[in-house]
């Protein structure tokens, strides 16, 4: 390459260079928001409540149940909803990848051959006036075009267009990693308060089918004593409706019983009744840990899933207005060829068949009809309405957490007065009742764990 070819290389480059030193990020930088929340839980007073800073990475274990606690491992490894949310994740990184792809300078190689007839009518007329088919006797028409090269184009990020849609994409990424981790709250969550529920059906079962045996059995002797005229139609009425209400809440027990096993195989990514031969044998209620630690409402800002992922995608739609706004300014390129170009193959690759081009180029829009500025205003009432659901994401999540602690605390309450109506009396509607509250005390726990953003 000549020295003033060199020279005018150099002097672009520097342009170029120039241009991207001095660029600006135009648009909004995104800071953020602080939002005020109360110093502690309103209803942490109850029993059994602790607001001591809480390690919930592995809550469940709490209950001490070792089939819970493989139910939730082999969920964490199959289940299909975290197969979807993983995949957005990979979805997201690509997508990424393509938008900061534009802070880099495009190249392209080609090569063709054309085989190439000029018209004999679009030559010039001769100096001499004669004005047959071709002005140039003994000029060949028919040609051969040989070209390789490359063609590269580098779009200048001069107002920071791509450098806002690379930060909008970055927030993007880690949103996606956020519902991920919200998705992995929910299926510990539901895996946990099926099994409890699968668990509290069988309780009520074993209750039902031991009254129905003890109906029968006092059925059988009134209509003993009847016989002997110890007892009249009415005493025997009595018994049988006893009896036939407790025998037709089996059946309903049993359907729900059974749902709740399907359900955890959906959670599990298993065939309807592939978890079957595991619950069916019937074992206690999970155990309830004699002190629930919930630590503090601003930790809860830190934990939970759901309130990272939308102060995320609200830093995503920031700086989405920042890449809007880059369209009002000019966009400064640089693009260049280089390559061989030959009427013959035989000399095709030699010195004298070398093209080259470069050149800065500047584009401005004049007119679009307000299409740009119409744009911006839709990143701004984007990025209004993010600013919103993050905040009603917070107070969503705060009164998760306390409506969580006054349901565990109020059936607690309730489970120690059926406790002694069942002391007191062994009936039915009791036990039946005791082994609800139970279940339910334990699910209201699970409840808790999962309104605290615990599990991953």
Do not use: H
Request: charged share 20%; hydrophobic share 40%.
């Amino acid at each position: 390459m000549r020295r003033e070819d060199v020279t005018m290389v150099y002097r672009v480059a520097s342009l170029g260079l120039l241009l991207l030193a001095y660029g600006c990020t135009v648009g909004p930088n995104y800071q953020r928001s602080d939002v005020p929340v109360a110093s502690t839980w309103k209803e942490a007073s109850q029993s059994g409540i602790d607001t001591r800073s809480a390690e919930l990475t592995r809550w469940w274990t709490a209950f001490n149940d070792p089939l819970l606690n493989s139910l939730v491992e082999r969920a964490v490894r199959s289940n299909l909803d975290l197969r979807l949310a993983e995949a957005r994740i990979r979805e997201a990184r690509a997508s990424r990848a393509v938008t900061a792809a534009g802070e880099w300078p495009a190249v392209d190689v080609s090569s063709s051959y054309k085989r190439i007839r000029s018209s004999e009518n679009a030559f010039a007329v001769s100096p001499q006036g004669g004005g047959g088919p071709s002005s140039f006797p003994g000029s060949n028409l028919d040609q051969n075009f040989y070209q390789a090269g490359f063609d590269a184009s580098w779009e200048i990020d001069v107002f920071g267009g791509v450098r806002r849609s690379v930060e909008a994409a970055d927030a993007t990424v880690e949103a996606s990693v956020e519902d991920r981790r919200n998705t992995l709250v929910t299926l510990l969550g539901d895996v946990a308060k099926n099994y409890i529920d699968l668990r509290g059906f069988q309780r009520q079962l074993a209750v039902a089918r031991a009254n129905l045996k003890a109906q029968q059995d006092t059925l059988d002797l009134t209509k003993v004593r009847f016989q002997a005229g110890l007892a009249s139609d009415l005493d025997v009425a009595q018994q049988e409706g006893q009896l036939n209400t407790t025998a037709a809440q089996i059946p309903t027990l049993e359907s729900s019983l059974k749902q709740a096993a399907y359900r955890l195989d959906v959670l599990l990514a298993s065939q309807p009744g592939a978890l079957w031969d595991e619950l069916s044998k019937e074992t206690a209620i999970p155990n309830l840990p004699p002190e629930v630690l919930v630590g503090l409402p601003s930790e809860l800002l830190r934990r939970r899933p759901d309130i990272r992922t939308a102060e995320r995608q609200l830093a995503a739609a920031t700086a989405q207005i920042g890449a809007a706004m880059a369209d009002l300014f000019p966009k400064f390129s640089l693009t260049g060829t280089a390559g061989l170009q030959s009427i013959s193959a035989s000399d095709w690759f030699t010195g004298r068949s070398r093209a080259w081009s470069i050149g800065p180029t500047i584009s401005w829009p004049i007119f679009d009809a307000g299409r740009i500025r119409a744009n911006i205003e839709v990143r701004n009432a984007q990025q209004e309405q993010a600013l919103t659901q993050y905040e009603k994401t917070i107070l969503t999540a705060l009164s998760d957490v306390e409506t969580s602690l006054v349901n565990y605390s109020r059936e607690q309450a309730r489970y120690r007065s059926l406790t002694d109506a069942v002391a007191a009396r062994s009936l039915y509607a009791s036990e039946n009742d005791l082994a609800q509250s139970e279940a339910t005390m334990a699910a209201n726990l699970v409840s808790l764990y999962k309104a605290l953003g615990g599990g991953w």
